[in-house]
């Protein structure tokens, strides 16, 4: 076999494979949103598909790993564009083109309040996956704010440990309030949240 035949990209059925794990996802995604994760089942998404409960287990053994796979896909979705933005404009200006996109996959944003607020307990299979979640968000986040602190962007002088775990809480909480009711202006409110917290 020749370098070039070995450097070619993968065809075939690893193509199908992945899009099919991409569809499984897909329903797993929408079947959690509308039941929670202990109200939906591998069945009900097989059903979804027209596929075999044993199609579904051969893509994700268990359910816990459905889940996962769909929390990555859920919670991934524009995060290069978050930092880009940081180093560009600041955090500020990251935050609020990242809930403008956010605005468009309600859908998503709802899913992971849901499972935010069932993974509360300890034994629910997502609670480790929450937790490192959260811990990893304020520590970007902190990092991102003593930069623009040191850069004059944020004139807040407060501990940036301190400011991203409030930024965390009011984003979450704001965007909750969208969600059952989108009538209110959620760029609106999280502009003015930002003028009182980063003081940019």
Not at 104 to 133: I, Q
């Amino acid at each position: 076999m020749s370098d070039q035949t070995a450097s070619r990209p993968r065809r075939g059925p690893y193509a199908k494979s992945a899009r099919r794990q991409a569809e499984i996802v897909a329903s797993a995604a929408s079947v959690f949103s509308a039941r929670g994760y202990r109200g939906g089942s591998l069945r009900e998404i097989a059903k979804q598909l027209d596929l075999s409960l044993t199609a579904v287990v051969h893509h994700f053994p268990s359910k816990s790993d459905l889940l996962v796979a769909v929390l990555e896909s859920a919670d991934s979705a524009h995060a290069d564009s978050f930092q880009t933005d940081r180093r560009n404009e600041g955090v500020a200006y990251a935050v609020l083109q990242f809930v403008r996109r956010n605005i468009d996959r309600p859908e998503m944003l709802r899913l992971l309040a849901l499972m935010a607020a069932e993974s509360s307990a300890s034994d629910h299979p997502a609670h480790e996956w929450f937790r490192r979640r959260y811990e990893l968000t304020i520590a970007t986040l902190a990092d991102d704010i003593r930069q623009d602190q040191e850069q004059g962007r944020i004139s807040n002088p407060r501990d940036p440990y301190s400011i991203a775990e409030s930024l965390v809480a009011v984003w979450d909480g704001l965007q909750l309030q969208w969600l059952i009711d989108p009538n209110r202006d959620l760029v609106a409110a999280m502009t003015a949240a930002l003028k009182d917290l980063l003081e940019p």
